[in-house]
């Protein structure tokens, strides 16, 4: 049995205008069947209400149309059809059928012979049938055939459009015409899920109107019916399902499009139904069963995924973009509009509200926490590269009392601009400190390479210390000007909440803060733009002044 995709493809719903489609032709074998299917018949609603009110004694048409509001002719019609079905009898009463009718709301089951086409699965020797129908076929032009492509001109009426779907290859049995045929019974469910889908299609169009209609009405009956209802027509009946010849073999144009609302689990696409009634369940089953054995599909539909990663990201890019432009306006209006000239306090500033942003439990504080720290490393970084340590006269002692002389020290730096006290953050690294003190009158050179190292990669426990040096040492003639005082006046307890942060940050302990309240962000937010204030008072970056 051939496969030729020169021929056409059947096409049965025209694919959306997308870039990020997979086509793929999919083979079947077309069967052209006579089959009785079993259909229940329904009142609509306007037999309904005559046959009721014909009941109640209201029987003439336009008696019947002022108590409706609906036109003389029309009601007419409705009793004739009532009577000639005989659901009414000459003078307009209910017949027995009629009250029964009316209780049930169904008119009768009749067994009715369909002459239509059915498609069995050829890529697999299970051979399972569609539950899909169609009556006529109709076939898509294909250009040429390269291999296992296929491509393909589709909306050559309009505007013309070139697209290349992939040949699945058809099993060795459908090659060899050894598919077992469909049984009867199988045809049946086929043509009866053909009609419960387009039923279920037709009532999801009706819902959204704004306004109920007659034809909603009877979508729904319908619907209700096919759920509720069918059955297989008697056995009698099931026998007399045919092929009136022997099935074609042909390709199916179908479609695989990325998946808008992708989670956990889902595989990042999902097929369409090739006849226009979604969801394509048994496309995407049978690409999931292929795809681990098909080194092209597999391929394909990797190079679809793909793109999702790539609309992902673009997604998230302008996400960003927008949230840096309405944070960068905020911190303008905070800050003014010189923050703008010191981007890289600007990008830590940014980083520290994408991650407040981000917080959705206590355990989030911590991101937020090493962000307000990083903040401050900047500033220390640029405070000592602006202005330099003058060396202290200080005597540089050993031994055991060296740590405490050092800190007391310094506590009368601090006190000196207005911090209120040296917490442990500080104390706890001074032995590094005095060990700079003693190269700086030893060695100048090296103590300008650890001062520049310092500069480069400094943490805030080792750059404080020469910070406040520099700014309280009355030897240097800039101190009385140095912008670590503006901030000492803001914060005075600025060294101690440093201290906090930084436990905050290792969770090792909260110190006096609580990193489960809500306000802890608010307060690292508070404690970064103090960071920002002063860098204004330094200079601006010299290889950016604006930071878009």
């Not at 905020?330 to 509009?337: K, T, Y």
Request: charged share 25%.
């Amino acid at each position: 049995m051939m496969f030729n995709a020169q021929r056409g493809v059947l096409l049965f719903c025209t694919p959306p205008r997308s870039r990020n489609l997979l086509f793929v032709c999919w083979p079947v074998l077309v069967h052209r069947v006579t089959a009785p299917v079993l259909r229940v018949h329904h009142l609509n609603i306007f037999e309904k209400i005559v046959l009721g009110l014909c009941r109640a004694s209201v029987r003439q048409p336009d008696e019947i149309a002022r108590r409706i509001h609906q036109n003389t002719d029309l009601c007419a019609y409705v009793v004739r059809q009532l009577k000639d079905s005989g659901q009414l009898d000459t003078s307009g009463a209910p017949t027995a059928k009629g009250l029964r009718t009316l209780a049930t709301g169904t008119v009768n089951e009749e067994t009715e012979l369909v002459v239509t086409h059915v498609f069995q699965d050829a890529s697999r020797p299970a051979g399972e049938l569609w539950p899909r129908a169609a009556t006529d076929l109709t076939f898509q032009p294909v250009w040429r055939v390269r291999g296992f492509d296929a491509d393909l001109r589709l909306d050559s009426a309009g505007h013309p459009r070139k697209e290349t779907a992939y040949l699945v290859p058809p099993c060795e049995q459908a090659h060899a015409a050894a598919l077992p045929p469909p049984g009867a019974d199988q045809i049946i469910h086929a043509i009866a899920a053909h009609r419960t889908a387009l039923a279920e299609h037709r009532v999801a169009q009706f819902n959204q109107a704004t306004e109920p209609t007659p034809a909603a009405y009877e979508a729904d009956q319908e619907l209700l019916a096919l759920h509720t209802e069918f059955a297989m027509p008697p056995s009698e009946q099931v026998n007399r399902v045919w092929d009136i010849r022997p099935p074609t073999a042909e390709y199916l144009l179908t479609w695989l499009e990325l998946d808008a609302e992708t989670s956990e689990g889902s595989s990042g696409w999902r097929a369409r139904d090739p006849f226009g009634l979604d969801p394509g369940l048994m496309l995407q089953q049978l690409v999931l069963s292929r795809v681990h054995s098909d080194q092209r599909l597999s391929s394909a539909v990797s190079h679809l995924t793909l793109a999702i990663d790539d609309g992902l990201n673009h997604r998230y890019r302008k996400i960003a973009r927008d949230v840096r432009e309405r944070s960068e306006e905020q911190l303008v209006q905070q800050l003014g509009d010189h923050i703008r000239g010191y981007p890289s306090m600007l990008d830590l500033l940014f980083g520290l509200e994408d991650a407040a942003a981000r917080m959705a439990s206590n355990a989030d504080i911590e991101t937020v926490a090493r962000e307000t720290v990083r903040v401050y490393e900047h500033l220390f970084r640029r405070l000592i590269d602006e202005y330099r340590p003058v060396t202290p006269d200080w005597q540089v002692q050993q031994g055991t009392g060296a740590t405490l002389i050092l800190r007391a020290q310094l506590a009368e730096c601090a006190a000196r601009l207005g911090f209120s006290r040296i917490p442990l953050l500080i104390s706890g690294n001074l032995k590094y400190f005095g060990e700079n003190l003693a190269t700086a009158r030893s060695n100048p050179t090296k103590f300008a390479k650890e001062i520049s190292s310092l500069v480069k990669k400094g943490s805030v426990k080792d750059l404080v210390p020469w910070a406040l040096v520099a700014a309280a040492t009355p030897d240097n003639p800039e101190y009385l000007r140095h912008p670590l005082r503006g901030l000492a006046e803001r914060r005075p307890n600025l060294l101690t909440e440093l201290d906090q942060v930084n436990l905050l940050r290792n969770r090792g302990s909260h110190g006096d803060r609580d990193a489960s309240t809500s306000d802890d962000a608010q307060w690292c937010r508070e404690l970064a733009l103090d960071a920002a204030r002063t860098v204004l008072d330094l200079s601006p970056e010299p290889e950016r002044t604006t930071a878009r």
